[in-house]
């Protein structure tokens, strides 16, 4: 049977390759949210969710529907949203 050998720094490694895809992701929802923000600031929050929705699957994710009339509302008052890991 033949077996693995992996290196001292594998875990390491992927820690660092995973870190490195979630740093990507949460530059893309941050773009997303800029970009609204300033598109959308003042806004009705009914005319927000249904974009903000469409732009949230186009990264690549779910969203309940409270959080987006949550984040509908900061969008809509012009509060900036900081994506943080």
Not at 29 to 49: A, E, H, N
């Amino acid at each position: 049977m033949a077996g693995f050998k992996f290196s001292g720094n594998f875990e390491r490694e992927v820690n660092r390759a995973v870190q490195g895809g979630v740093k990507k992701v949460a530059a893309e929802y941050q773009r997303m949210f800029d970009g609204m923000l300033r598109t959308y600031k003042g806004r009705p929050v009914s005319t927000i969710k249904p974009i903000l929705r469409r732009n949230w699957q186009k990264i690549g994710g779910d969203i309940t529907d409270p959080e987006l009339t949550t984040y509908a509302q900061h969008i809509s008052d012009g509060t900036k949203m900081q994506m943080k890991m």
